[in-house]
DNA sequence: GACCAGATGTACT
DNA sequence: GTACATCTGGTCT
């Protein structure tokens, strides 16, 4: 890619629009690849560039949350408007990240599973008890830890830049360098477990975009 | 790479 | 009350 990004270059971008979120699920996964979360910590500014996704596609989705109309304390933000942050615990310790899609009543949403530092690596470093490396944020709960995401986080409005947003930068990830198979961690959600919908970008190639 | 324990909120009986 | 979860890290092979 171009030159690295300065935090200067990073505040100046515009979060990513409200009808970015409103369109097709699998079109809005596909799109966020390559995108920036940024996010306000007290230790400063963090900039990630998102290479992993996954799309829940709401009541007919049987590994969706929101499967046969699931409308609960938790799932609430689901069915809320796009474009805001769905949080939720899982395994008793882990918290994961998704970004609500389509139209308020229409409840899915995009699972963030993996991506790459761009600003604040070591702060993200910290986060994570010390661990560095490739496998520093390749799992939807270690991007919540690295991120300091929380409970605390649900519902919070990604098109505003305060707290946590997401940005384009101008990177683009080409088609090819985009693998897609079926979810993690869905094996007893019968049909919908072999739906194509996890979206991973071919980390060597992404490395070359990353900096 | 495969296997497994870990810890607790959430959904449903 | 109970089963299980959009997982991770450590251990063993």
Redo the contacts with the bound molecule.
């Keep these: 890619m171009s030159k690295p990004l300065s935090r200067r270059d990073l505040t100046r971008l515009a979060p990513l629009e409200h009808r970015f979120y409103q369109r097709d699920t699998v079109d809005v996964a596909v799109s966020l690849l390559g995108k920036l979360i940024l996010r306000e910590l007290p230790e400063g500014l963090i900039a990630v560039r998102l290479t992993e996704v996954?799309a829940?596609l709401g009541v007919v989705d049987r590994?969706?949350?929101?499967f046969?109309g699931?409308r609960?304390?938790?799932?609430e933000v689901?069915w809320g408007d796009a474009g805001r942050l769905?949080v939720?615990?899982?395994?008793?310790?882990?918290h994961?990240a998704?970004v609500v899609t389509r139209a308020a009543g229409v409840p899915e949403?995009v699972?963030l599973?993996g991506a790459l530092p761009v600003l604040g690596r070591e702060v993200v470093v910290a986060r994570?008890?010390g661990?560095d490396g490739r496998?520093l944020l390749?799992?939807?709960?270690?991007?919540c830890?690295g991120l300091g995401l929380d409970?605390a986080d649900n519902g919070a409005d990604l098109t505003s830049a305060s707290g946590v947003w997401l940005a384009d930068d101008g990177a683009r990830v080409p088609d090819a360098w985009v693998r897609r198979g079926p979810?993690?961690?869905?094996a007893?959600a019968g049909e919908a477990a072999a739906w194509p919908l996890r979206f991973q970008v071919e980390l060597d190639s992404m490395t070359a975009v990353a900096e």
Excluded: I, W
């Excluded at 590994?63 to 929101?66: G, M």
């Excluded at 609960?72 to 799932?75: A, E, K, L, M, S």
């Excluded at 939720?88 to 882990?94: A, D, K, N, R």
């Design positions: 996954e829940y590994a969706c949350h929101t046969g699931r609960t304390p938790r799932t689901m769905y939720y615990f899982t395994y008793g310790m882990h994961c998704n949403a699972l599973r994570r008890g661990r496998t390749d799992g939807p709960g270690k991007l830890q409970r979810r993690v961690g869905v007893s």
